[in-house]
């Protein structure tokens, strides 16, 4: 069985686009295919899900509890709350533990929530 070559049909919508061109269309479609795994992860995770992540990321299901229930009282659940925990961290330029034990603790919710403002 032979098979046609139409490449060069198939890529005619593409042959006049510059490198720039090409490098934007490319990131244009892969946030196409991303964009509903995102929305389908923040629209259907659970408190369940999102102690599982932090109790991988090390913490204990006391300091899990703690987490998952801020993130959640806070509308923060749909980042993930191992996310949180993350972008807390890397705003403050401490580890992911400290940060987290620091969320378990009551304080820096004020911070983590200003972190997601812009939707992120």
Do not use: C
Not at 45 to 59: C, K, Q
Not at 84 to 107: E, H
């Amino acid at each position: 069985m032979k098979r046609n070559d139409d490449f060069s049909t198939r890529r005619a919508h593409l042959a006049d686009l510059t490198d720039a061109q090409l490098h934007e269309r490319f990131w244009q479609l892969a946030a196409q295919i991303v964009d509903p795994l995102l929305k389908l992860g923040r629209e259907n995770t659970s408190p369940a899900i999102e102690r599982s992540v932090l109790l991988r990321m090390g913490f204990s299901s006391l300091e899990v509890k703690e987490i998952v229930d801020g993130a959640h009282k806070r509308g923060l659940l749909g980042h993930g709350a191992g996310h949180v925990v993350y972008k807390l961290a890397k705003a403050k330029d401490i580890p992911l533990r400290d940060a987290g034990l620091m969320l378990a603790q009551n304080k820096g919710w004020e911070e983590a929530t200003a972190l997601f403002k812009g939707g992120n």
